[in-house]
């Protein structure tokens, strides 16, 4: 809005000179998530704790095999009953699992609300290479 382009009497509440009267911001809807973390106890399915080399690399990308092949990462995009435009998927389910990182900062820095509940949450699973993570996305 600053650059002049947003609805004109707010614009003019900031004595903001108006480029473009449009309705900026009105229609913005937030991406809400619901996050489940489970921990896998049978360790024979977990391989997002292996030591990679560069030869899983090599055979990742030649190939598509190694342990880098066998991650669990499955995205899901489906049409609820209250999506206007069903060309484009409202909902998105992800599955993935993956080693939960040893630095609790960086792990809860991109989360802008409870940060101490999340640090609680996490730190007893700092360096876990068991989790298991389901998100649901709402996203329009």
């Known amino acids: 809005m600053l650059s002049g382009i947003g609805p004109r009497t707010h614009l003019q509440e900031f004595n903001i000179t108006t480029l473009v ?10 991406h809400v998530y619901v996050q489940l973390d489970y921990e896998v106890l049978n360790s ?28 669990v990462l499955i995205y899901q995009y489906m049409n609820s009953k209250y999506n206007d435009n ?10 993935n699992m ?17 940060i ?3 640090e609680d949450y996490y ?8 989790r298991l993570g389901i998100l649901a996305f709402h996203y329009r």
């Open 21 to 30: 009267d449009l309705p900026v911001g009105y229609n913005l809807r937030d």
């Open 44 to 71: 024979s399915y977990v391989t997002s704790g292996n030591q990679l080399l560069v030869e899983d690399l090599y055979q990742y990308y030649v190939n598509s095999a190694g342990p880098l092949s066998q991650y």
């Open 86 to 95: 069903p060309d484009w998927p409202d909902i998105q389910i992800d599955l």
């Open 98 to 114: 993956a080693a939960v990182s040893n630095n609790l900062t960086a792990l809860v820095a991109n989360y802008e609300v409870n």
């Open 116 to 118: 101490k509940e999340w």
């Open 123 to 130: 730190r007893p699973h700092l360096g876990d290479n068991n």
